[in-house]
Structures are given as C-alpha cells and as structure tokens.
C-alpha cells in the first residue's frame, strides 16, 4: 500500500514538473507575449513558494509577519479617516461601503512587499503538505508564527493610530469604536462564515498572483479581491485584530472577551477557507486529473 502511495505521488510530482517546464518552453518561444499558465504550473509554483516559506529561518518569518502586520495598518488608517470625514454627509451604512475604496491599500503594501500575511499564506504553506514534501507540524509552527507576528505588528499599529488620529484631527475616538462594534458585535455563527468566505477568497487572491504577469495586474488582482471584502463586510482576522483591539483599548462596549473570541473564530474561519476552499480543491482537482490521465481509478 505504501509503495502504490509513493508510485502516486511520484506521478502527480512528475505532472507538475512537465507542467512547469512546457510553460518554461512556451515563455522562451514567445518573449514578447503574455502566456497563460495551466493549472498545473501555478499549482507547482505555489508549492514551491510554500516550500520555501516553510523553511525560512524563524526569525525572519516572524520579522516579515510582524512587518506585514504593522503595513496592513495603513488599511486601517484610511478606513477610519474616511468614516471620520464623510461621517456627516453619508449614513453609517453607506460609510461602510464607502470605506471599500481605500481598503485595499494596506493589502497592496503587504504582499507587493512580500511581507507574510496570514490569510494570504494558508493557502500557500498548505500546499507544500499536501503534496508530501512538508509535514502538518511544520504548517503549524509556522502559522503559528506568522499569527503571532502579524498580531503583534497590528495591536502596536493600533496603539499609535489611536493616539496619531486624533492628534492630526484626521478621526476620533467615537470613529474607531463605531468601527470596532461593527466588525465585533456579530453572533459567533456569522463570524465563522464571513471569515471562511474571506480566507476562501484571499486564498484566491495568493493562486491569481502566482499567475500574474506584471505589477500592475498584481494591484488590480488585490484591489478586486480585497475590495470585495470590505465592500460585504467579510472577516479578516488580521484587519480586524487592528479594529478589534482599538476599540478594546478605548471602549467598556469591547472586552477582553469579545477581542479575543472574534480574533479566535476569524483566524479559524479564514483558515479553513483558505486550506478547504482553495488549496483542497484546486489540489484535489489536479490529482484527479492525474489518475485518469495515467488510468489510476
């Protein structure tokens, strides 16, 4: 049973490296063209990436989450300068879809950076473990580490935008609580969902990246993905720990409990969305092509 295993898996690893190299021979034939990558080469570049996100040096991964943290603020600041000036002239509903404009900008930052975010790294690093080439401890520890990175980075990115903002007279305090209540006061049941559909959708986002060609495609990938997010108010537990943990800091309305149940279920929910929705089936859909390929059923 083992060596039928490994004969599996040595014929799905042999797919991918002919994907990869035909599309290496397509590039070189057309140096003037865009050419579109097949599934398999994407999928094989993917794991590749998460390979090599799996045996950075420790302290460099928790640096470059710890950057990505800190960078994502920047959504934050513009989400809270924008409902702060457009407070008075829009209903609060309305402010929430407005904010879907500048949203995007902190996630622009963070991965054209490559710096490591959470929700755009369970898809990758999950690959790599799928495939056999890493195990599930090295996925743990080292989303372990990149929560913990992007968490710090964020709750101290918080910590000065509360003070800066109203300083600069660019938002106030009852700005960042409105925004805090309205991504925390949530039953835990929609929490999950929302979060899942966001971490399905930013796996997305790392698998489009991965084929783009060119930087501004990049920003228009992120732009889209992440837009849709703010745009119907889907969890992210990484933006939202910054929400989140502001209106902690300056509100009775957030305790302790609710930031750390929201932070909780939001990082479970975009992980299953990233790992089921995105790295499951897109892997799962190549395996099978390869075993009727090769006859396997």
Avoid at 79 to 99: G, Q, R, W
Avoid at 219 to 235: D, K, N, P, Q, S
Wanted: proline share 2%; with cysteine.
């Amino acid at each position: 049973m083992s060596k039928k295993n490994d004969n599996h898996q040595q014929e799905i690893d042999k797919e991918l490296e002919n994907a990869s190299s035909k599309n290496k021979e397509k590039d070189s034939k057309k140096p003037k063209q865009e050419t579109s990558d097949s599934s398999g080469k994407v999928l094989g570049d993917q794991i590749k990436d998460g390979q090599e996100s799996h045996d950075r040096n420790p302290r460099s991964t928790f640096l470059c989450s710890l950057t990505a943290g800190l960078e994502i603020g920047f959504s934050y600041l513009l989400v809270c300068t924008v409902f702060y000036f457009f407070k008075d002239y829009v209903s609060e509903k309305a402010l929430y879809k407005l904010i879907a404009f500048v949203y995007p900008f902190g996630f622009i930052l963070t991965i054209l950076n490559h710096s490591l975010l959470f929700t755009e790294q369970t898809t990758l690093q999950s690959l790599p473990v799928l495939n056999r080439k890493r195990s599930l401890w090295s996925l743990l520890k080292t989303w372990g580490l990149i929560i913990f990175g992007n968490l710090v980075g964020g709750c101290f990115i918080a910590t000065v935008f509360i003070w800066l903002g109203p300083a600069l007279k660019i938002f106030d305090e009852k700005s960042i609580i409105s925004i805090a209540k309205h991504v925390a006061h949530y039953d835990w049941l929609v929490i999950l969902v929302s979060a899942i559909l966001a971490g399905w959708l930013m796996g997305l986002l790392s698998y489009m990246i991965t084929s783009a060609k060119r930087t501004l495609s990049y920003i228009t990938i992120i732009y889209m993905v992440t837009g849709v997010l703010a745009l119907t108010g889907l969890h992210h537990s990484i933006v939202g720990n910054i929400e989140v943990f502001a209106g902690l800091l300056l509100s009775p309305e957030i305790s302790l409990v609710d930031y750390f149940s929201f932070l909780f279920i939001a990082l479970i929910g975009n992980a299953i969305g990233g790992v089921v929705f995105v790295a499951l089936i897109k892997y799962g859909a190549f395996v099978l092509n390869v075993d009727e390929k090769n006859n396997l059923y």
